[in-house]
């Protein structure tokens, strides 16, 4: 199967700062990606470079073509939602949805409205009169009537409340996600797509520091919890981060063998979010 | 096309006021002027001589003077709109390619499949083709209404409405108007096209942009003018170079630039002849078309299709959002 989007040695610069700095990843068709890094490691960057919405270095195939120079074809099979709320206020509902439905050639008008009927949405009300969560209502609806081979979501639900998240997510995966389509996903939230993720990538500072598949990561990574007299057995094998809970020790351990470490302690899946915060040790700092 | 015809629907959503709703206000107001002058004028003369635009009209012994005066009226009205119109103009593009990128929302119609090329043109059609030919026709209607008002008290004066009316030329006059919006177009395209490739390119304040650039080099130039003694180029300067990337879209511009087939003198003498139907006739399309022939005008486009070719590579590659 083709890969939906193909980046070999990708780097932007802006000023002095690089942003993406030769970031290299593939994402097949029929997968939701979630990138994830810390504030400033280049994930809208690289969005922006997939979307044609910037220059870079490097190579990028997206659906086939170069989104530098073919950006208008590219536009008809990759939707976006850049963030929430960037609906120009004074749209009025039923104007997005007619405006859509007559410039883009693959928007099922049906599907939309259908859609919209499941929300308090009104076709006469201008898009300053909603609030955020609606905001984003109008907006995946639109979406997910585009029949595209690639969505890319970046922070789609920043500043929503969990409802609005929750639905948000749950309206993706049933009645927009299937096999021929991919999805790309940013987000600081990420215990909420954990669940729904299928590959993995995280980004620090424009590198790729880790791209795989969730069953990948779960037979990677393991979380053991060890008491103090085994602490340093465990230190020898190299683990990722240590914390302590209540007198005993949390370790992360990358591709050490399950049986090594079940003789150390009760072993658990980790969260993406404790290995996201043991990967990104010292960002900031 | 289907899609231009929706980007242009699009600008007229958000531009609504105006684009229509500022062109009918300054119709109805400027309608209502003309009421409360002719109802002061009937009060207090009683329908003697008195001095507004409709005064010649009253004359029922020259109805042909009496046609001009309603002629007048339909190009006066326009005109007067035409300046509402280009106000709102002028700031319709330096927003135009600048809001959306400020409030983000150029990210939403970045995510359809519209080419940066066909949203730079739409937006060029609705400020030098769509937006005046609104005000024209608001600016028609209301001259047409002014005119049925106007007849209405002059038959009171004992002039017979049909042949006065016979004697104006309402629809040579709104054909005339009308076929003069392809020449407004061409001559607002360099200022159109500066304040676009403003709005596109500035990543903050396109309005200072605008108005420093050229205001100041202009200035360079004739303080230089100064220095040397001549201001022959600092006279050019300014009314061939800051004059047309800033002041492009008022109405009837042109007319310095015709090729003078008119002179002025003969419109004054037309006048003093008391002859205004030839004055009026002297300025028609012949005249006003004439000024494709000044090298002024085709330079302007030229310099105004590069703006325009600049702003939609601006639009394409600005990356600030």
Known sequence: MTSVVTAKGLSKRYRSQPALDGASFTIGPGRIVGLIGPNGAGKTTALKAILGLTTFDGHLEVLGLDPRKDRNTLMEQVCFIADVAVLPRWLKVADAVDFVANTHPRFDRAKCEAFLARTKLQPKQKVRQLSKGMIVQLHLALVMSIDAKLLVLDEPTLGLDILYRKQFYQSLLEDYFDEEKTILVTTHQVEEIEHILTDLMFIRDGRIVLDADMDTIGERFSEVLVGPELANAARQLNPLDERQVFGKSIFLFDNVSRSELERLGEVRRPSIGDLFVATMKGTYA | ?321
């Open chain 2, 1 to 321: 096309m289907k899609t231009f015809f929706w980007l242009v629907k699009r600008e007229f959503w958000e531009h609504k006021g105006g684009f229509v709703t500022a062109p009918l206000v300054a119709g109805a107001i400027g309608f209502l002027l003309n009421a409360m002058l002719i109802a002061f004028g009937e009060g207090h003369y009683a329908g003697a001589n008195f001095h507004t635009n409709f005064s010649a009209a009253y004359d029922s012994a020259d109805l042909a003077k009496a046609g001009v005066v309603v002629d007048g009226l339909l190009y006066g009205v326009t005109l007067m709109i035409l300046i509402v119109t280009a106000i709102v103009v002028f700031f319709y593009c330096l927003g135009s390619l600048y809001d959306d990128r400020r409030d983000r929302s150029v990210l939403f119609w970045k995510s359809l499949p519209l080419s940066d090329t066909t949203t730079v043109l739409s937006k060029l059609a609705s400020a030098v083709i769509f937006a005046p030919a609104i005000a024209v026709v608001v600016g028609v209607v209301v001259g047409l209404a002014l005119t049925i008002m106007f007849v209405g008290v002059a038959s009171l004066h004992g002039l017979s409405a049909w042949p006065l009316l016979m004697q104006a030329h309402p629809f040579k006059v709104t054909l005339n108007l009308i076929l003069l919006i392809p020449l407004y177009a061409l001559w607002a395209l360099p200022t159109a096209g500066w304040l676009m490739l403003c709005s596109a390119f500035a990543r903050s304040k396109p309005f200072l942009w605008a108005i420093a650039l050229p205001v100041g080099t202009g200035v360079l130039v004739s303080w230089w003018g100064l220095m040397i003694g001549d201001s022959g180029f600092s006279r050019w300067f300014w009314p061939n170079v800051v004059g047309r990337m800033l002041g492009g879209l008022i109405p009837a511009g042109w007319v310095n630039s015709t090729s003078r087939v008119v002179h002025s003198s003969d419109i004054d003498l037309a006048l003093h002849q008391g002859d205004p139907a030839a004055a009026l006739d002297q300025i028609g399309l012949a005249f006003h078309y004439s000024a494709v022939t000044n090298p002024s005008l085709y330079v302007g486009v030229l310099a105004g299709a590069a703006m325009i070719a600049g702003a939609i590579w601006f639009r394409r590659w600005r990356d600030d959002s």
